[in-house]
Each structure stands twice: as structure tokens, then as C-alpha cells.
Nanobody, 123 residues
Framework: VQLQASGGGLVQAGGSLRLSCAASGRTFSNYLMAWFRQSPGKEREFVALVNWDNSWTRYADSVKGRSTISRDNANNTMYLQMNALTPEDTAVYYC?????????????????WGQGTQVTVSS
């Protein structure tokens, strides 16, 4: 079972990126899926979450209003569209999946973690 994150890169402040997380090895349609990020010297923090049918989403205050999380269960892929990027968004972004909000977001101990993708925003 793998979660493969991609789409990171170097972008100027004010720009946009779309991150993808492709799941393989099983079907994740009954899992909550989320994005986290970690900057050097900081703890990994929650960014956004989506439920199985895109009907429920949650965002960290730091990205709310300029980011959109979504998923395509037919292709086992989750996305994070981020706009109006700032240098404070620079981090390694990780995708994750779990069946419960508590384990996924509160405990930050999901059943599955993906490898990270680096996002660097230059000023």
C-alpha cells in the first residue's frame, strides 16, 4: 500500500500549485484523507482534510480561503490546490489516510503516510 505525493516545486510568492496524492495497493474510498506539512524545526501540522465523497472538508486557518482539497475516488487520487502562496507555505507536504478524524488529525497517527513533496515559495 502506498500513498505517493507529487506536484511540489519552486514557485514565486503569489503563485499557485496543485499537489496530488495517488493511492495504490488498496481502495481508499472509505478513508478520510488529509494533507500535512512540516517546515524545518517545526512540528508536522495539519493542512486540510476531505471525506470520502468530497462533502466534508476542513482546513487549517493558515490556508483557509486560498486552498481547496478534493479527491477522485475513481482514480484513487487526492488533490490540494493552493493559491496566493507565501514563503510561510514553504514546507514538505505529506498526504495521509485513516478511517477516523481523531487518529488522522488529533493524534496525527494515520494508518497510512505518503512520502513528502517539497514546496518552496520564494519572496
Amino acid at each position: 500500500v502506498q500513498l505517493q505525493a507529487s506536484g511540489g516545486g519552486l514557485v514565486q510568492a503569489g503563485g499557485s500549485l496543485r499537489l496530488s496524492c495517488a493511492a495504490s495497493g488498496r481502495t481508499f474510498s472509505n478513508y478520510l484523507m488529509a494533507w500535512f506539512r512540516q517546515s524545518p524545526g517545526k512540528e508536522r501540522e495539519f493542512v486540510a482534510l476531505v471525506n470520502w465523497d468530497n462533502s466534508w472538508t476542513r482546513y487549517a486557518d493558515s490556508v483557509k480561503g486560498r486552498s481547496t482539497i478534493s479527491r477522485d475516488n475513481a482514480n484513487n487520487t487526492m488533490y490540494l490546490q493552493m493559491n496566493a502562496l507565501t514563503p510561510e507555505d514553504t514546507a514538505v507536504y505529506y498526504c495521509a489516510a485513516d478511517k477516523t478524524f481523531y487518529t488522522l488529525v488529533i493524534k496525527r497517527a494515520p494508518e497510512y503516510w505518503g512520502q513528502g513533496t517539497q514546496v518552496t515559495v520564494s519572496s
